[in-house]
């Protein structure tokens, strides 16, 4: 297992249990702890820290986030599991500075879903940082490769539009085939 899918995991186990534990402010020596027990050996843990710090950093606005785009699921109705990992692929897509290219952040989360949560867990993180990806490709933010866009004024950018559109079709036929493939792999 690679570093950093080691150390987003036990990030991801430290959130779960902070937030269990009814979110208490020793979430350092949690991570620590965790990093100690699963991820022994790992020379450089400030990416585990660093998730998990920034999670908590930005939970209000990440919240507000799952709040927007699953409005059917209340905060507290989301499995502490599926809430945690779609905490962590929000703040890497929007507060992580770019660190993990978009898509690779998406896809750490699905595979965290799937390996922590429940049957429909890896849809429903797909389903959500999907649609968070998508505004983010429409409102210019990000290109379809998933690099930063500058952030710079236009008005009426009826080409720029166009091509938004376009990226925008092409990732939702993207999802569409990922969930199709999910879909047969838990078949088989």
């Known amino acids: 297992m690679a570093n950093r899918h080691l150390l987003r995991t036990v990030a991801m186990q430290s959130l ?8 208490p402010d020793d979430l350092p020596s949690i991570v620590a702890g965790n990093v100690r027990e699963f991820a022994p050996g790992v020379e450089d ?9 920034g999670v908590v950093q930005h939970r209000e606005e ?3 986030f799952i709040q927007q785009w699953a409005p059917h699921w ?13 905490r962590i692929g929000i703040f890497e897509l929007k507060f992580g500075d770019r660190q993990v290219p978009p898509k690779v952040a998406i896809n750490e989360a ?15 993180v797909n389903g959500v940082l999907g649609a968070i990806f998508k505004d983010m490709l429409a409102k210019g933010e990000v290109t379809d490769e998933g690099d930063a866009v500058e952030q710079k004024e236009q008005e ?14 092409e990732t939702d036929d993207a999802v569409e085939e ?3 493939e999910d879909v047969q792999s838990e078949e088989s």
């Open 62 to 64: 990440i919240d507000a």
């Open 45 to 53: 843990a400030a990416f585990a820290h660093d998730l998990a710090d």
């Open 16 to 23: 779960f249990q902070w937030d269990f534990n009814g979110q």
């Open 110 to 124: 699905i595979e965290l879903a799937k390996t922590f949560g429940g049957d429909a867990s890896g849809k429903f």
């Open 74 to 86: 209340p905060i507290e109705q989301i499995t502490n599991v599926d809430r945690n990992v779609i």
């Open 156 to 169: 009426n950018d009826v080409p720029q539009n166009r091509v938004l559109g376009e990226a925008m079709k």
């Open 178 to 180: 990922e969930v199709a």
